[in-house]
């Protein structure tokens, strides 16, 4: 008995389906256990619906979460809808540097000031319309 080679090559394909699938399922496991470890009683989460707040109290028998979103605002969620702990990062400063070159022509969507730009225009076609007017 013969085995052809796209059998060989359909058992291959299989072998690094599962492979795949038994790792990211470690990883999976990994990161909800360093979650769980992170998840404690002062530390700010958000929750998979986007809510931001801070964990107030935990009950591990009910898996029940008391999360203050504001002050004065307690929530009890499921825990398993505590999606991550977060840590907050500092604000990179914001460089501006605007050239303005009078004698350049405007960028691409830069407004530009359309009385001073169109005066000369506008005052030539509103003379020629009075000298229209006097001829007639």
Do not use: C, W
Not at 8 to 17: K, R
Not at 28 to 55: C, D, H, P, W
Not at 95 to 117: K, L, M, N
């Amino acid at each position: 008995m013969a085995i052809d080679p796209l059998t060989i090559i359909m058992l291959v394909v299989l072998a690094v389906l599962v492979f795949f699938m038994f790792r990211n399922s470690r990883k999976r496991k990994a990161q909800a256990e360093e979650l769980q470890s992170k998840v404690a009683v002062g530390a700010e989460i958000m929750t998979n619906f986007g809510l931001y707040g801070t964990i107030l109290e935990m009950d591990d028998e009910e898996n029940q979460v008391l999360v203050e979103s504001t002050p004065g605002t307690v929530l009890r969620v499921h825990r398993q809808t505590v999606t991550r702990v977060v840590t907050p990062s500092p604000l990179a400063p914001v460089e501006e540097s605007i050239d303005h070159d009078d004698d350049a022509a405007p960028a691409y969507g830069e407004r530009i000031d359309e009385t001073t730009a169109d005066a000369p225009a506008a005052n030539e076609s509103a003379v020629s319309k009075t000298e229209k007017k006097d001829d007639e």
